[in-house]
């Protein structure tokens, strides 16, 4: 504060119309939406006009959560096409953006997609907010296998007439 004649007295603040306190600062750690009000008194008894700042905070980096969908097989390995849907979710400043990256391609933005390639993939994944707090990249592991197994046969024995063996058949 300052007061080019009598000099500044005392300067009084209120946080989010809390109690009146008096400082010049003070430290503000809470996520969300603020409103700062403060005034100063000079040495002569004169009271500036009540000054409001307002500003928001967010420290915490969204959350993301996969969900998987498809037919499931036998030791973890799905036997259709997965489908894989996105959820995040962030209190303070929303979501802005959803990456996503298979088995290491370009990364993409969405919260949805169908893997329907057989093999094994890994399944990056990660989400920013709008205050700019970038998530830790995750990932998960599809094993996908919709190839039904091939069997091949062949028979061995003393055919006689008319496709009838005569012999034990192998």
Do not use: C
């Not at 004649?5 to 005392?10: A, K, L, R």
């Amino acid at each position: 504060p300052a007061d080019a004649f009598s000099g500044s007295n005392i300067t009084y603040y209120n946080l989010d119309n809390g109690s009146w306190a008096q400082g010049t600062s003070l430290v503000v750690a809470a996520n969300g939406e603020h409103e700062l009000r403060y005034y100063t008194v000079d040495d002569a008894g004169n009271v500036e006009v009540e000054q409001v700042i307002a500003f928001r905070i967010d420290g915490i980096a969204p959350a993301t959560e996969v969900n998987q969908t498809g037919t499931l097989g036998d030791n973890g390995w799905y036997v259709s096409p997965v489908n894989i849907v996105l959820t995040t979710s962030n209190d303070t400043s929303g979501v802005k953006q959803t990456m996503y990256s298979i088995d290491g391609g370009n990364w993409t933005n969405g919260t949805s997609v169908q893997l329907a390639s057989n093999g094994s993939h890994t399944f990056w994944f990660y989400s920013v907010d709008f205050a700019g707090n970038i998530e830790t990249q995750q990932s998960v592991v599809i094993n996908i296998d919709m190839e039904k197994p091939a069997t091949a046969s062949s028979l061995s024995g003393t055919l006689g007439d008319n496709g009838w063996y005569v012999s034990p058949v192998t």
